[in-house]
């Protein structure tokens, strides 16, 4: 079955380093990869996409990789500020009516 | 001018009762969800809606049953209410995707326990 992996650990930083977390995903050919973010309370909300045939996008601070062959996506957070604290998800999508499978999220913590 | 609302935020009932949660968007979009996230954070879709017709129909109980009276929105009915229903229930629309692919705009969620 589907399997999407994500470190179950919080990953604590100090402010002004990078971020990275990772997603990898078992007996799925995604179309697209989606990150989102998540804070206690809120409902997700849409980062980035990335598409199977893109290598990385980049957004402001943030930056995505996709890798089809080793079947990893990294999120990467350059600069990173408290305000960054938050769980972050990954999700992947096929074609088609857009069914996002998603991960289990990261929660990042941001230290001054 | 909230993007997608949900009501109630919180809701608390007893096993056997039965509940609705409504949403709404305001986006024009085409596709609406609705997604489950339990104790462990873990966000599962259970159903999809595109211009009011059933789409995505993940293995939910017969208990729960969505209604869609217009493409701005989508309701959750929940019959029989059990222990194991407590969660947060998400709402959530996004464009007619095609083979792109777009993101999905996600209300502030429900709240659910059941005692």
């Known amino acids: 079955s589907q399997k999407i992996e994500q470190n179950s650990e919080a990953l604590n930083i100090q402010e002004g380093k990078t971020a990275t977390l990772t997603c990898n995903y078992t007996?799925?050919?995604?179309?697209?990869l989606q990150w989102y973010r998540q804070d206690p309370g809120r409902g997700p909300v849409f980062l980035l996409l990335i598409r199977e045939n893109e290598k990385e996008k980049r957004k402001e601070r943030l930056k995505v990789t996709f890798d089809t062959t080793l079947k990893q996506s990294l999120f990467h957070i350059t600069a990173s500020q408290p305000a960054d604290s938050a769980t972050y998800l990954c999700?992947?999508?096929?074609?088609?009516?857009?069914?996002?499978?998603f991960g289990t999220g990261t929660r990042l913590l941001v230290s001054p | 001018d909230t993007a997608v609302s949900q009501t109630p935020k919180y809701l608390v009932t007893q096993m056997g009762n039965d509940k609705s949660i409504k949403c709404e968007q305001n986006?024009?979009?085409?596709?609406m969800y609705w997604y489950k996230q339990d104790s462990k954070k873990f966000l599962k879709i259970m159903f999809s809606y595109n211009n009011k017709e059933l789409i995505i129909n993940e293995t939910v109980p017969n208990r729960f049953s969505p209604k869609s009276p217009d493409k701005a929105h989508l309701n959750l009915h929940i019959n029989s209410l059990e222990l194991g229903d407590s969660a947060v229930y998400f709402c959530a629309s996004s464009p007619n995707p095609g083979l792109a692919g777009y993101e999905q705009y996600f209300g502030p969620g429900t709240r659910l326990t059941v005692t």
């Open positions: 986006l024009g979009h085409d596709t």
């Open positions: 007996n799925y050919s995604p179309a697209y």
């Open positions: 999700a992947l999508g096929d074609t088609g009516f857009q069914k996002l499978v």
